[in-house]
Protein backbone atom coordinates (compact mmCIF):
# COMPACT_ATOMS: atom_id res chain seq x y z
CA UNK A 1 0.00 0.00 0.00
CA UNK A 2 1.21 2.84 -1.12
CA UNK A 3 1.40 6.25 0.81
CA UNK A 4 -1.11 9.04 -0.75
CA UNK A 5 0.92 11.90 0.51
CA UNK A 6 3.41 11.21 -1.64
CA UNK A 7 1.57 11.28 -4.88
CA UNK A 8 1.87 13.68 -6.84
CA UNK A 9 -0.98 16.08 -7.10
CA UNK A 10 -0.20 18.45 -10.12
CA UNK A 11 1.56 17.64 -12.62
CA UNK A 12 4.43 20.27 -15.18
CA UNK A 13 4.10 18.99 -18.89
CA UNK A 14 7.53 18.81 -20.42
CA UNK A 15 9.74 18.51 -17.48
CA UNK A 16 11.84 16.28 -16.06
CA UNK A 17 9.48 15.76 -12.93
CA UNK A 18 7.17 14.43 -14.83
CA UNK A 19 8.70 11.16 -15.53
CA UNK A 20 6.76 8.39 -13.89
CA UNK A 21 8.00 5.75 -11.15
CA UNK A 22 11.02 7.44 -9.63
CA UNK A 23 11.11 8.52 -6.27
CA UNK A 24 13.14 11.34 -6.33
CA UNK A 25 10.35 12.56 -8.75
CA UNK A 26 7.53 12.03 -6.79
CA UNK A 27 9.22 13.45 -4.22
CA UNK A 28 10.52 17.12 -5.70
CA UNK A 29 6.55 17.07 -6.74
CA UNK A 30 4.92 16.50 -3.58
CA UNK A 31 7.10 19.54 -2.31
CA UNK A 32 6.54 21.61 -5.11
CA UNK A 33 2.85 20.84 -3.58
CA UNK A 34 3.52 21.15 -0.15
CA UNK A 35 6.36 23.57 -0.31
CA UNK A 36 4.61 26.71 1.73
CA UNK A 37 4.39 24.17 4.43
CA UNK A 38 7.79 23.05 4.29
CA UNK A 39 8.93 26.00 4.17
CA UNK A 40 7.20 27.53 7.46
CA UNK A 41 8.37 24.18 9.07
CA UNK A 42 11.64 24.56 8.33
CA UNK A 43 11.60 28.28 9.20
CA UNK A 44 10.18 27.15 12.74
CA UNK A 45 12.77 24.51 13.24
CA UNK A 46 15.94 27.02 12.16
CA UNK A 47 14.39 29.57 15.03
CA UNK A 48 14.17 26.83 17.61
CA UNK A 49 17.65 26.05 16.53
CA UNK A 50 19.09 29.72 17.21
CA UNK A 51 16.87 29.84 20.59
CA UNK A 52 18.85 26.89 21.73
CA UNK A 53 22.01 27.92 20.14
CA UNK A 54 21.60 31.31 22.45
CA UNK A 55 20.83 29.85 25.75
CA UNK A 56 23.29 27.44 25.46
CA UNK A 57 26.23 30.14 25.14
CA UNK A 58 24.57 32.32 27.78
CA UNK A 59 24.30 29.06 30.12
CA UNK A 60 28.20 27.72 29.46
CA UNK A 61 29.38 31.31 30.32
CA UNK A 62 27.90 31.49 33.52
CA UNK A 63 28.75 27.14 34.11
CA UNK A 64 32.38 28.17 33.13
CA UNK A 65 33.09 30.88 34.75
CA UNK A 66 34.58 31.29 38.23
CA UNK A 67 34.06 33.27 41.15
CA UNK A 68 36.21 34.88 44.00
CA UNK A 69 34.53 32.48 46.18
CA UNK A 70 34.73 29.43 43.96
CA UNK A 71 38.64 30.35 43.83
CA UNK A 72 39.02 31.51 47.21
CA UNK A 73 37.48 27.62 48.47
CA UNK A 74 40.04 25.75 46.09
CA UNK A 75 43.10 28.16 46.83
CA UNK A 76 42.54 29.78 49.89
CA UNK A 77 42.07 33.70 50.26
CA UNK A 78 44.19 35.76 47.97
CA UNK A 79 47.72 37.03 48.86
CA UNK A 80 49.02 39.96 48.38
CA UNK A 81 52.72 40.26 46.54
CA UNK A 82 54.91 42.65 46.53
CA UNK A 83 57.51 43.34 42.96
CA UNK A 84 60.65 44.16 45.03
CA UNK A 85 62.79 44.51 41.98
CA UNK A 86 62.34 43.58 38.37
CA UNK A 87 61.38 39.59 38.14
CA UNK A 88 61.43 39.66 41.94
CA UNK A 89 57.72 38.45 43.96
CA UNK A 90 57.63 38.92 47.48
CA UNK A 91 54.48 37.16 49.66
CA UNK A 92 54.42 37.47 53.66
CA UNK A 93 53.07 36.20 56.51
CA UNK A 94 51.86 38.28 59.58
CA UNK A 95 51.91 37.71 63.07
CA UNK A 96 49.21 38.60 65.07
CA UNK A 97 50.30 41.75 66.29
CA UNK A 98 50.68 42.25 62.32
CA UNK A 99 54.59 42.50 62.01
CA UNK A 100 55.97 39.64 59.71
CA UNK A 101 56.93 36.54 60.44
CA UNK A 102 57.34 35.26 57.08
CA UNK A 103 58.84 36.55 53.68
CA UNK A 104 58.96 33.77 50.44
CA UNK A 105 60.66 36.08 47.62
CA UNK A 106 60.70 34.20 44.09
CA UNK A 107 61.55 34.85 40.91
CA UNK A 108 58.80 35.37 38.70
CA UNK A 109 57.40 37.08 35.73
CA UNK A 110 56.89 40.91 36.61
CA UNK A 111 55.45 44.20 35.28
CA UNK A 112 58.00 45.68 33.46
CA UNK A 113 60.41 43.02 33.88
CA UNK A 114 61.84 41.49 30.35
CA UNK A 115 64.71 39.21 30.64
CA UNK A 116 67.73 41.40 30.57
CA UNK A 117 66.61 43.76 33.75
CA UNK A 118 65.19 40.68 35.99
CA UNK A 119 67.32 40.02 39.67
CA UNK A 120 68.40 36.72 39.77
CA UNK A 121 68.16 35.42 43.11
CA UNK A 122 71.91 33.95 43.57
CA UNK A 123 74.40 33.96 46.78
CA UNK A 124 75.33 36.92 45.34
CA UNK A 125 72.76 39.46 44.97
CA UNK A 126 70.84 37.60 48.38
CA UNK A 127 72.92 39.52 51.09
CA UNK A 128 71.89 43.34 49.37
CA UNK A 129 67.97 41.89 49.89
CA UNK A 130 68.60 40.82 53.14
CA UNK A 131 69.96 44.49 54.00
CA UNK A 132 67.15 45.62 52.56
CA UNK A 133 64.22 43.19 53.89
CA UNK A 134 65.76 42.75 57.69
CA UNK A 135 68.00 45.33 58.44
CA UNK A 136 70.64 44.08 60.76
CA UNK A 137 69.67 46.30 63.93
CA UNK A 138 66.50 43.21 63.31
CA UNK A 139 68.52 40.28 62.55
CA UNK A 140 70.42 40.39 65.78
CA UNK A 141 73.65 39.02 65.16
CA UNK A 142 75.02 36.62 63.15
CA UNK A 143 74.70 32.99 65.14
CA UNK A 144 77.16 31.34 61.88
CA UNK A 145 78.38 32.09 58.54
CA UNK A 146 76.42 30.89 55.24
CA UNK A 147 75.74 27.36 55.22
CA UNK A 148 76.08 25.93 51.21
CA UNK A 149 74.97 22.25 50.39
CA UNK A 150 74.88 21.49 46.71
CA UNK A 151 74.17 18.71 44.84
CA UNK A 152 70.75 19.21 41.96
CA UNK A 153 69.99 21.81 44.65
CA UNK A 154 71.65 24.42 46.16
CA UNK A 155 70.97 25.31 49.27
CA UNK A 156 72.77 28.31 51.39
CA UNK A 157 71.63 29.25 54.98
CA UNK A 158 72.09 32.19 57.13
CA UNK A 159 71.44 32.13 60.66
CA UNK A 160 71.08 34.88 62.79
CA UNK A 161 69.70 35.43 66.01
CA UNK A 162 65.92 36.48 65.38
CA UNK A 163 65.67 35.38 61.70
CA UNK A 164 66.71 32.40 59.34
CA UNK A 165 67.12 32.87 56.10
CA UNK A 166 67.26 30.34 53.28
CA UNK A 167 67.93 30.55 49.63
CA UNK A 168 67.43 26.97 47.82
CA UNK A 169 67.97 26.64 43.86
CA UNK A 170 67.15 23.87 41.84
CA UNK A 171 70.15 23.41 39.51
CA UNK A 172 69.08 22.47 35.98
CA UNK A 173 72.86 21.60 34.38
CA UNK A 174 71.40 22.87 30.65
CA UNK A 175 69.69 26.06 31.74
CA UNK A 176 71.90 26.95 34.68
CA UNK A 177 70.16 28.06 37.93
CA UNK A 178 66.38 28.19 37.79
CA UNK A 179 63.37 27.76 40.23
CA UNK A 180 64.73 30.04 42.85
CA UNK A 181 63.07 30.74 46.57
CA UNK A 182 64.21 33.03 49.27
CA UNK A 183 62.75 32.14 52.47
CA UNK A 184 62.89 34.63 55.79
CA UNK A 185 61.53 33.22 58.67
CA UNK A 186 61.21 35.04 62.08
CA UNK A 187 62.46 33.10 65.24
CA UNK A 188 60.07 34.96 68.43
CA UNK A 189 57.13 35.62 65.57
CA UNK A 190 54.41 33.00 65.64
CA UNK A 191 52.70 33.26 62.09
CA UNK A 192 48.27 33.71 62.32
Not at 14 to 20: A, I, P, R, V, Y
Not at 129 to 140: A, K, S
Not at 168 to 186: C, E, F, T, V, Y
Amino acid sequence: MTDRSLQPTRRRQGSWLSCEGEPLSAALEWLLDHEEHFYSEVGSMLKRLCLLQIVLLLTAGTIVAQRSFDLQSKFGPPQDAFVIRPGLLMTAKYAADEKVCEMYIVEAQTPRSNIGLRTPLTPETVPGLIDELVPEGERGRKLRWPVQTQGMTLQVVYKFENVSIELIQNLLPAKGWSDSILKIKWANRVCK
